[in-house]
């Protein structure tokens, strides 16, 4: 018989939480970005305006985007009201210890591959990757402080990258949902989500001539 779903508990305020960087870590991670993005912005493109390859590599940005928010999305509905109370070690959470971050991942590298930059990519992939190093750091060193041995045999368990290694695995027939929190995930998706046409827009302001083109990088 599968167990019964339990009730959200609400903050224990004794619980440590995490700090410094991981509280910064949106606008640190734009602030890192930034020249990645002008840089991507502002250089000619690996495909030719109207081109075919053009073309795929706006079709696979925008894929990339879609697919790291409803990855996000995913990953909600598992920890979303929940992370700062309990140990969640299903669905997504049994694939690697930090899949939200694939997700971010996966958002921020196809907004490069959107506006064709090799090097665009490769400068988001090293200042996401520096700084998630941190993040992670800061976060796992809260976990462990707030459920002891319990998250200890989860690190055993399961790997610490963000990228999944294998199929979630989910365990039981019911599934608790934080309303609040799924709704405070759908604004961000759909905002996120505006990167698409916003993007496709820059790409066809740059096609015209309008967003001139100042670094001659692929």
């Not at 870590?25 to 053009?54: I, T």
């Not at 971050?101 to 996401?128: E, R």
């Amino acid at each position: 018989m599968s167990p019964e779903p339990q009730p959200f508990r609400a903050q224990d305020p004794s619980l440590s939480q995490p700090e410094r960087v991981f509280l910064k870590r949106g606008s640190l991670g734009a602030l890192l970005y930034l020249p990645g993005f002008l840089v991507a912005l502002f250089s000619p493109g690996l495909g030719a305006p109207g081109s075919v390859v053009g073309l795929l590599l706006s079709i696979l940005g925008g894929t990339l985007v879609v697919a790291g928010v409803a990855w996000r999305s995913y990953c909600s509905f598992f920890i979303g009201g929940r992370k700062s109370v309990d140990l969640v070690a299903i669905g997504p959470y049994s694939c690697c210890r930090h899949p939200l971050y694939f997700g971010s991942f996966l958002i921020g590298a196809g907004s490069s591959v959107m506006l064709q930059s090799l090097t665009g990519l490769v400068l988001f992939a090293v200042a996401f990757l520096f700084l998630y190093r941190f993040v992670i750091q800061e976060e796992e060193s809260v976990l462990e402080k707030n459920h002891g041995i319990e998250y200890l045999r989860f690190k055993e368990r399961v790997p610490r990258l963000i990228f999944p290694t294998r199929f979630p695995v989910v365990e039981g027939r019911y599934l608790m949902i934080d309303l609040k929190a799924q709704a405070n995930q759908f604004k961000r998706s759909l905002t996120t989500l505006g990167l698409v046409p916003l993007l496709a827009l820059l790409l066809y302001w740059r096609g015209t001539g309008l967003i001139p083109v100042l670094f001659d990088l692929p």
